[in-house]
């Protein structure tokens, strides 16, 4: 592979224009095919195989008006402190706000509280409900001006009024975080190459790499049912894996000029090398990626499919557009003093004192001091590292998962205050009711001897009476639960539920019942992401551990990588719990409650993380296994990785947590989390596992670290990416251009 891979770099180096042009002109392509496809198809959310999702079946079958999916507001009127609903004033006010309320742009009917006797048992609190033509995501600026404008007039008569449901717009602050991030970004490859060319490079590409995917999902959007949200991922992990396999390569080709050597070859051997630690960088993130097929639930499947094309997008420039831009500019992405040499130019004065002063250094770089650090001291290192994270990873065993809903959002927001007014007038459990589908051929006979049974049951607030459809083959019973729809207690009502109704279908006649409703949902959702946890795990890990054997030719350099990940990643779950479960720190980070850890949060971050930590894996014991396939010894492989690659690593991690860390400023707080997970996995993983605990391991293990039994070796193919094979290439190709080609490969 090295070998394919020096000619392709050489390739592109040669042909800047024409590898340019073609990737200019699939941007192009992809672009003007996403401009001229139809619109996307909106948002929908199903997990096959729950009973949840069967129920929701059946409704859309047996009462099809009733599946229309149109958008609702529900507004939530309180009176005056002191007075009732009911009085005479107070009703002229709340009707008036009905009747604003009706004649909103978009709004096909509002309900009247008095009339559909939605009032609380105390009389202070009632609710109307505004339904609309369109569904929630159709909705424009003018309709959610409208309605908060309905809003505001009754607030304006002295009545408390607040409103939630998918009607209501929901506050996205446009800050700056991410702005931030890529400005840290920015600056640290600055510092890192000393160069601006060398440093925007990395950024354009991975910014052209997520433009080409971006607009390929788009455009395959309706073929393939892609709604707007599935780019999410792939934007995320895209920047990512972007800027880091154009930061190795550029680093690569910069070490090669460093050596003396012609720019095309310097190209050439950089894509060689550093291009086989991409290519299997990038077949980890998409094997992560792809996964999340096995969660079967298929927004997340299009998620990591969508994500997994923009990640080999991202490698596929990284071998070729990458070395092409270096074609542009092979001698300014050197620093001055750099550059100046190269061209044989007169140095300035301070220049010349700067190029003496490092030529007479010999003191090692830091990243060759600290693995001498870890290599005199493994046993402590390992030590400190091990207990440090797993005394952070202890909370991580009280993780509770959670959907994201108006009773998660920040108490200032609307949505928020008419979730409480509700929980307080109404019950705790009335913003989560339950709905149970009776079919039978006398639903409403069956359906209404179900609900007797089903409101003497523990924890069951009320029952509605049976609303049957017009063949009356099935009907349906509102359940309201004594608890709120993140409590325990509710999640055991569905099952106790759910686990009756064997035997109610055979004391009511029903062939079928079955419970559901946005509750259910969600306690089914949080299941199917449990259940599908650890095998996802183990799919991931396992060919990952296949593909990092095949790589290093090593049975225990995978096995550390492997068990590496799962303490980062169990550490940044702990940190998770602690701030945003616990509370703790949470004034630091501006979190503004405390409650339940999204359910989707572990298994993305899982697989984010995961790629990215077996990139820094990659990129960092590649240059060991080079060295040491090279005759170093053991310990000579650590020092020579961290020399060559400590620093480009750290300069990954520092720039992938930054803009991770943008998204911790975001007022959001499920963003908030997100970010935080990303950025504290991601600096746990780079500094702590791959920085200290591997290293330490090397030590320890010394030859047994590169132990392969010999039967396994003969099966296993050669992949070279400690270019081995790409020396001997060099050794023996023939002198070309008039230029003397190197005859013994160098590392």
């Known amino acids: 592979m090295a070998t394919f891979l020096y000619k392709l770099g050489r390739l592109a180096f040669r042909r800047r224009g024409l590898m340019t042009l073609l990737w200019v ?10 401009s001229a496809a139809s619109a996307p198809p909106a948002d929908t959310f199903s997990m096959p195989g729950t009973e949840s999702q069967k129920a929701f079946d059946l409704l859309q079958k047996k009462f099809p008006a009733a599946s229309a999916e149109s958008a609702s507001a529900r507004v939530v009127i309180r009176a005056p402190q002191g007075h009732k609903i009911s009085d005479p004033e107070t009703k002229t006010k709340v009707e008036a706000l009905v009747a604003d309320l009706t004649k909103a742009p978009g709004v096909i009917g509002a309900t009247n509280p008095y ?32 309605l908060d404008a309905a809003l505001g007039r009754g607030r304006d008569s002295g009545l408390t009024v607040e409103a939630g449901g998918d009607a209501v717009k929901i506050d996205a602050s446009a800050g700056s975080g991410e702005q931030i991030g890529i400005l840290i970004s920015a600056l ?9 060319i060398a440093a925007g490079m990395p950024l354009l590409t991975a910014l052209f790499g997520v433009g080409v995917g971006i607009s390929a999902i ?3 959007g309706s073929t393939l049912g892609l709604s707007s949200t599935t780019s999410t991922l792939a934007m995320m992990i895209g920047i990512a894996v972007g800027i880091d396999y154009a930061l190795f390569i550029i680093s690569r080709y910069r070490s090669e000029i460093a050596e003396g050597r012609e720019r095309s070859e310097a190209a050439g051997r950089a894509v060689g090398t550093a291009g086989s630690a991409v290519v299997f960088a990038g077949l980890t993130v998409i094997i992560a990626l792809a996964g999340l097929a096995v969660v079967n639930i298929p927004m997340l499947t299009k998620m990591g499919m969508a994500a997994a094309g923009t990640v080999a997008i991202a490698v596929l420039i990284a071998l070729t557009l990458v070395p092409a831009l270096l074609g542009w500019a092979p001698v300014r992405v050197l620093r001055r003093i750099e550059r100046n040499q190269h061209k044989g130019k007169p140095l300035s004065a301070r220049q010349q004192r700067k190029a003496a002063k490092l030529a007479a250094r010999t003191k090692p770089n830091l990243g060759s001091r600290w693995a001498g650090y870890v290599l005199r001291h493994p046993v402590a290192v390992l030590l400190v590292g091990v207990v440090g994270l797993g005394a952070m990873a202890v909370p991580a065993a009280s993780l509770e998962l959670g959907l994201p809903g108006e009773g998660t959002m920040a108490p200032s927001t609307t949505q928020r205050k008419a979730y409480d007014m509700l929980s307080e007038s109404f019950g705790p459990g009335f913003n989560g009711p339950l709905m149970i589908t009776v079919s039978s051929k006398d639903a409403k006979t069956a359906a209404t001897t179900l ?28 359940v309201v639960p004594k608890t709120g729809p993140t409590d ?58 296949l593909l990092l054997m095949l790589v290093f030719r090593s049975v225990l350099v995978p096995l550390k990588a492997a068990l590496g990940f799962l303490l980062s990643v169990s550490a940044s779950l702990g ?23 999204m359910s989707t949060m572990p298994i993305f971050m899982i697989g984010v993380v995961f790629g990215l930590a077996m990139d820094y894996e990659v990129f960092l014991v590649s240059r060991m296994r080079e060295a040491y396939a090279h005759g170093a010894s053991p310990d000579e492989a650590v020092v020579t990785g961290f020399r060559h690659g400590g620093r480009v690593v750290s300069a990954a991690a520092v720039i992938m947590a930054s803009v991770f860390s943008g998204f911790i400023l975001d007022d959001n707080s499920l963003v908030k989390m997100i970010g935080f997970a990303l950025a504290a996995a991601v600096l746990l993983d780079a500094f702590v596992v791959r920085m200290a605990i591997i290293p330490a391991l090397f030590a320890l293990l010394g030859k047994s670290a590169w132990w392969l039994p010999r039967w396994l ?14 020396g001997k290439y060099l050794a023996s190709a023939p002198l070309t251009s008039g230029k003397r080609r190197e005859q013994e490969y160098v590392s």
Request: glycine share 10%; no cysteine.
């Open 115 to 146: 009339q559909a006797k939605t009032v609380s048992k105390d009389g202070t609190t009632a609710y109307a409900v505004a339904t609309y033509k369109d569904q929630a995501p159709k909705l424009d600026d003018k309709q959610h001006n409208g």
């Open 25 to 34: 002109l699939v941007f192009a392509g992809v672009g003007y095919a996403a």
């Open 488 to 545: 325990s207690e509710t999640e055991d009502l569905v099952h106790t539920l759910r686990g009756l109704a064997s035997g109610e279908e055979t004391s009511t006649g029903a062939t079928e019942i079955l419970v559901t409703g946005q509750t259910a949902m969600f306690i089914d959702f949080s299941k199917t992401l449990d259940d599908a946890l650890v095998p996802y795990l183990g799919l991931v890990v396992g060919l990952a551990f």
């Open 575 to 597: 940190a998770v719990v602690a701030i945003f479960q616990w509370g703790w720190l949470k004034d630091a980070f501006s979190v503004e409650q405390a409650g339940p850890i």
């Open 188 to 196: 640290v490859l600055f510092l890192t190459f000393g160069s601006l």
């Open 713 to 726: 070796g003969a099966i296993l193919p050669n992949v070279d990416i400690e270019g081995e094979k790409l």
């Open 451 to 478: 609900g007797t049974d089903l409101a003497k049951q523990n924890g069951v607030e009320s029952v509605s009476p049976a609303s049957p459809n017009e063949a009356n083959d099935t009907s349906i019973l509102n």
């Open 218 to 220: 788009t455009a395959l």
